[in-house]
């Protein structure tokens, strides 16, 4: 037989956890009963102190009166007289137990006629004082701290329990502590304030404002200065953002936002400051790295707070919301939250690349849309200053995101401006053929049998240093590669057009309209050619309904003719009725406020006929001319300029134009100016005597293009023009003759002749005139 080892198996790792956990449960909680009993005692003692000392003060002892002592000595002694027996008459025993009680004091100070024992009074009268002063005396013990227990450690000798001590607050400490600032204060507030006249006022602050602008100027200047090790003073400037002097807060507040910045438009890198991983912190660093570690750490946290802070006063602001302190007024805080929305506005053009650029957009495209005039403009330029300089596309990708779910959240109920800001896009060329580009095989690298099979051994040893170096030019890239911007730019069009095609179907009468077919007709070719059709009848319904103003009906004709002039070129579509529409409001226009709608119907003409003329017949193009020339005359000097110079470019486009110059070609009807119908209005039978009406024009440009005109508008001989008009679009010469500042463009020459000679062409004037008179007397 085997004999079994008697062995102890040894608690697992778990197991001596669990019941060490319990174990200094167990003591946690006996410590904690023995600490609420000491607790309890001490206030037991306390009550009775306090009770002690109430009664020692309520209760006062009552002196005997001298009259009621002698009164009972007088009976006493009347009494000892008639009771007394001479000394010689007792007996021993009773004259020495007469003597023994003679020599204790309760004898003498006892009532004799009670019969209650000695002591009974003494221990019923007794003082509690006495009492309390015949308790031994004990130390008064602190309370024992309570313990935060800890993870235990495991060590070669068994398991160490760990606990650190919770600090407990001296709450009596505290209270005096707080008496002794009330008694401070009160005694603060009793003293009297000066009072100062308001010149000693307006130059303390001035004094105060002085030192405040000191001290941002020194912490600005350490900071750009070195950056690196001063990095921590920007939490020191941020502070002054929470100025509570009344006197200088608002300005103090104004110049400290202003001056972070633009810290931090110097400050910040080129790049975004990614958070570190734990890994990367667990990283033994060189000293310079960790430098360069701890300033941007330090810089992105400060930046966030900075953007909190002009956010909380924009909000401030917004929900006219007080602070307790009441330190600015409400109207003071309008003009903190101009200041911050300039600050957000600048740092959202000048810092796209750094972190927190998506949280500045989303604060700034909702005040696209603010009540205020002022700070929806501020807004409004800073996204179209965006837009303009944003050359890959991350920055515009995000504003027009926040944008389209702005007016989708709105309900399109939202500021025109709002929807203007797309036309700023820089956005030319997109994805239009995104399937075949997937469909077709991107350049790979050569595989190793592939080089084995079809090169030699040289040509393999240099197709491989090709090919590394091009992986390494690929990596080390900087700029972003085509591709990629396309499909940026891609994504941003889509969701332009998505907002655009909502307003179209859901709010046709809302006041975007002129936005959605102003951006229609800058966007439209781009637009993928599955939605031209649809879009197309869109727009003619549109026309067609009457509920369109006149800038309206050209934005949506002007939008047909770009659809239909890039892609939809191979689109069989005839546009006849937009041709049509556009013959017919052409005498709407005039001198007045329709006049700046003429540079729209300038670049319909261009892209109706310039760019169609294979698909415009010479009946459609005679009777544009006429109408056209008739209209120069009743128009400002620039649009008939801008008129006149569209003609040239039907006479020098479209053959037999010059048949409107000969008075005696005829054909077939009679010239109907009156019919909407360009086709059948026989302009070929009518001439451009309008012509001769222009070069009478006050304007000399107006006047050089009718003469340009009548002349057949040759390229070269003494009829052509000049370079600077020759040169130019109908569209840039509409633009550079305008007349807004009520100005004559070209300026006219000042004539300032000499006064002796005016005086001699007024003598010769009145020479001339009385031998005319006496000449026809001498006839008659």
Same mark, same amino acid.
């Given at each position: 037989?085997?004999?079994?080892?008697?062995?102890?198996?040894?608690?697992?790792?778990?197991?001596?956890?669990?019941?060490?956990?319990?174990?200094?449960?167990?003591?946690?909680?006996?410590?904690?009963?023995?600490?609420?009993?000491? =607790?309890?005692?001490?206030?037991?003692?306390?009550?009775?102190?306090?009770?002690?000392?109430?009664?020692?003060?309520?209760?006062?002892?009552?002196?005997?009166?001298?009259?009621?002592?002698?009164?009972? =000595?007088?009976?006493?002694?009347?009494?000892?007289?008639?009771?007394?027996?001479?000394?010689?008459?007792?007996?021993?025993?009773?004259?020495?137990?007469?003597?023994?009680?003679?020599?204790?004091?309760?004898?003498?100070?006892?009532?004799?006629?009670?019969?209650?024992?000695?002591?009974?009074?003494?221990?019923?009268?007794?003082?509690?004082?006495?009492?309390?002063?015949?308790?031994?005396?004990?130390?008064?013990?602190?309370?024992?701290?309570?313990?935060?227990?800890?993870?235990?450690?495991?060590?070669?000798?068994?398991?160490?329990?760990?606990?650190?001590?919770?600090?407990?607050?001296?709450?009596?400490?505290?209270?005096?502590?707080?008496?002794?600032?009330?008694?401070?204060?009160?005694?603060?507030?009793?003293?009297?304030?000066?009072?100062?006249?308001?010149?000693?006022? =307006?130059?303390?602050?001035?004094?105060?404002?002085?030192?405040?602008?000191?001290?941002?100027?020194?912490?600005?200047?350490?900071?750009?200065?070195?950056?690196?090790?001063?990095?921590?003073?920007?939490?020191?400037?941020? =502070?002054?953002?929470?100025?509570?002097?009344?006197?200088?807060?608002?300005?103090?507040?104004?110049? %400290?936002? %202003?001056?972070?910045?633009?810290?931090?438009?110097?400050?910040?890198?080129?790049?975004?400051?990614?958070?570190?991983?734990?890994?990367?912190?667990?990283?033994?660093?060189?000293?310079?790295?960790?430098?360069?570690?701890?300033?941007?750490?330090?810089?992105?946290?400060?930046?966030?707070?900075?953007?909190?802070?002009?956010?909380?006063?924009? #909000?401030?602001?917004?929900?006219?919301?007080?602070?307790?302190?009441?330190?600015?007024?409400?109207?003071?805080?309008?003009?903190?939250?101009?200041?911050?929305?300039?600050?957000?506005?600048?740092?959202?053009?000048?810092?796209?690349?750094?972190?927190?650029?998506?949280?500045?957009?989303?604060?700034?495209?909702?005040?696209?849309?603010?009540?205020?005039?002022?700070?929806?403009?501020?807004?409004?330029?800073?996204?179209?200053?965006?837009?303009?300089?944003?050359?890959?596309?991350?920055?515009?990708?995000?504003?027009?995101?926040?944008?389209?779910?702005?007016?989708?959240?709105?309900?399109?109920? %939202?500021?025109?401006?709002?929807?203007?800001?797309?036309?700023?896009?820089?956005?030319?060329?997109?994805?239009?053929?995104?399937?075949?580009?997937?469909?077709?095989? #991107?350049?790979?690298?050569?595989?190793?049998?592939?080089?084995?099979?079809?090169?030699?051994?040289?040509?393999?040893?240099?197709? #491989?240093?090709?090919?590394?170096?091009?992986?390494?030019?690929?990596?080390?890239?900087?700029?972003?590669?085509?591709?990629?911007?396309?499909?940026?730019?891609?994504?941003?069009?889509?969701?332009?057009?998505?907002?655009?095609?909502?307003?179209?179907?859901?709010?046709?009468?809302?006041?975007?309209?002129?936005?959605?077919?102003?951006?229609?007709?800058?966007?439209?070719?781009?637009?993928?050619?599955?939605?031209?059709?649809?879009?197309?009848?869109?727009?003619?319904?549109?026309?067609?309904?009457?509920?369109?103003?006149?800038?309206?009906?050209?934005?949506?004709?002007?939008?047909?003719?770009?659809?239909?002039?890039?892609?939809?070129?191979?689109?069989?579509?005839?546009?006849?009725?937009?041709?049509?529409?556009?013959?017919?409001?052409?005498?709407?226009?005039?001198?007045?406020?329709?006049?700046?709608?003429?540079?729209?119907?300038?670049?319909?003409?261009?892209?109706?006929?310039?760019?169609?003329?294979?698909?415009?017949?010479?009946?459609?193009?005679?009777?544009?001319?006429?109408?056209?020339?008739?209209?120069?005359?009743?128009?400002?000097?620039?649009?008939?300029?801008?008129?006149?110079?569209?003609?040239?470019?039907?006479?020098?486009?479209?053959?037999?134009?010059?048949?409107?110059?000969?008075?005696?070609?005829?054909?077939?009807?009679?010239?109907?100016?009156?019919?909407?119908?360009?086709?059948?209005?026989?302009?070929?039978?009518?001439?451009?005597?309008?012509?001769?009406?222009?070069?009478?024009?006050?304007?000399?440009?107006?006047?050089?293009?009718?003469?340009?005109?009548?002349?057949?508008?040759?390229?070269?001989?003494?009829?052509?023009?000049?370079?600077?008009?020759?040169?130019?679009?109908?569209?840039?010469?509409?633009?550079?003759?305008?007349?807004?500042?009520?100005?004559?463009?070209?300026?006219?020459?000042?004539?300032?002749?000499?006064?002796?000679?005016?005086?001699?062409?007024?003598?010769?004037?009145?020479?001339?005139?009385?031998?005319?008179?006496?000449?026809?007397?001498?006839?008659?």
């Amino acid at each position: 037989m085997c004999c079994r080892k008697n062995t102890k198996r040894v608690p697992s790792f778990r197991k001596l956890l669990r019941t060490s956990q319990i174990k200094l449960d167990n003591k946690l909680k006996n410590k904690q009963y023995k600490q609420k009993s000491a =607790a309890k005692k001490y206030r037991k003692e306390q009550k009775k102190l306090r009770e002690a000392v109430r009664d020692a003060i309520s209760r006062k002892p009552f002196p005997l009166e001298e009259c009621k002592k002698k009164q009972v =000595a007088r009976k006493w002694e009347e009494k000892e007289e008639e009771d007394a027996l001479p000394l010689d008459m007792m007996d021993e025993d009773d004259l020495k137990l007469m003597e023994d009680l003679a020599q204790k004091a309760s004898f003498l100070t006892r009532d004799l006629s009670s019969n209650e024992p000695v002591h009974v009074k003494k221990r019923k009268h007794e003082s509690v004082i006495e009492k309390y002063e015949k308790v031994p005396r004990r130390l008064q013990t602190e309370p024992e701290k309570e313990l935060i227990h800890l993870l235990p450690i495991k060590d070669k000798s068994g398991i160490i329990p760990q606990a650190v001590e919770k600090p407990v607050l001296s709450v009596a400490h505290d209270e005096e502590e707080d008496t002794e600032d009330m008694e401070e204060a009160e005694d603060f507030n009793e003293e009297p304030l000066p009072v100062l006249t308001p010149e000693e006022m =307006a130059a303390q602050r001035r004094q105060k404002l002085q030192e405040r602008k000191m001290h941002i100027a020194a912490l600005a200047s350490a900071i750009l200065s070195e950056p690196d090790s001063n990095i921590k003073k920007l939490k020191e400037l941020r =502070a002054m953002l929470m100025e509570q002097d009344p006197n200088v807060a608002v300005i103090v507040r104004k110049l %400290v936002m %202003v001056s972070l910045m633009e810290i931090f438009k110097d400050v910040a890198p080129s790049y975004k400051i990614r958070p570190l991983t734990e890994a990367e912190k667990a990283t033994k660093v060189k000293k310079e790295t960790q430098k360069l570690r701890e300033f941007e750490e330090g810089l992105v946290s400060q930046y966030k707070f900075y953007l909190e802070n002009l956010e909380q006063t924009i #909000k401030d602001w917004k929900q006219r919301k007080l602070k307790k302190s009441n330190v600015i007024s409400l109207k003071a805080y309008k003009g903190l939250a101009e200041v911050a929305v300039k600050c957000l506005c600048e740092l959202l053009v000048a810092l796209p690349h750094f972190n927190f650029h998506n949280n500045i957009i989303v604060l700034i495209v909702p005040l696209m849309n603010d009540p205020s005039k002022m700070i929806s403009e501020l807004c409004v330029e800073a996204v179209k200053k965006l837009f303009k300089q944003d050359k890959l596309g991350y920055a515009s990708l995000g504003v027009v995101k926040v944008i389209s779910g702005l007016v989708r959240g709105r309900n399109y109920d %939202v500021r025109p401006e709002v929807l203007k800001v797309f036309l700023h896009l820089r956005i030319k060329e997109v994805e239009l053929q995104k399937d075949s580009e997937d469909i077709a095989p #991107k350049k790979k690298f050569m595989t190793y049998k592939e080089k084995r099979k079809n090169l030699s051994r040289m040509q393999r040893k240099w197709k #491989k240093a090709e090919e590394k170096l091009e992986r390494e030019l690929l990596e080390a890239e900087a700029s972003e590669s085509k591709q990629k911007k396309l499909k940026l730019h891609t994504e941003t069009l889509n969701i332009v057009f998505v907002t655009y095609f909502r307003i179209l179907k859901k709010a046709q009468k809302s006041p975007l309209l002129p936005a959605v077919l102003e951006g229609l007709a800058k966007f439209a070719h781009l637009i993928n050619v599955e939605f031209f059709d649809d879009l197309l009848i869109v727009l003619h319904s549109l026309i067609a309904s009457g509920d369109l103003s006149y800038r309206e009906s050209l934005h949506c004709v002007l939008s047909a003719f770009h659809i239909l002039s890039g892609q939809g070129d191979v689109l069989n579509i005839d546009p006849m009725k937009f041709y049509t529409h556009l013959y017919k409001t052409l005498f709407s226009l005039h001198a007045g406020g329709t006049n700046e709608d003429i540079g729209i119907v300038l670049q319909c003409l261009d892209v109706m006929f310039a760019k169609r003329r294979k698909q415009v017949s010479q009946q459609r193009a005679l009777a544009f001319l006429k109408r056209l020339s008739i209209l120069a005359l009743h128009v400002l000097p620039n649009s008939s300029v801008g008129i006149l110079a569209t003609n040239r470019i039907f006479m020098q486009t479209f053959p037999r134009m010059d048949l409107l110059l000969d008075n005696e070609s005829q054909g077939s009807g009679v010239y109907l100016p009156e019919l909407d119908e360009p086709e059948h209005c026989n302009a070929q039978n009518t001439a451009l005597w309008e012509l001769h009406l222009l070069q009478r024009h006050y304007h000399p440009t107006v006047q050089k293009f009718a003469s340009h005109l009548i002349a057949g508008a040759p390229t070269e001989g003494s009829g052509a023009l000049p370079l600077d008009l020759s040169q130019r679009s109908a569209t840039e010469l509409f633009e550079t003759y305008c007349m807004k500042g009520m100005t004559f463009n070209p300026p006219v020459a000042s004539v300032t002749p000499r006064r002796k000679d005016t005086f001699l062409q007024m003598d010769s004037f009145v020479d001339e005139e009385l031998n005319k008179q006496l000449q026809q007397h001498i006839r008659e």
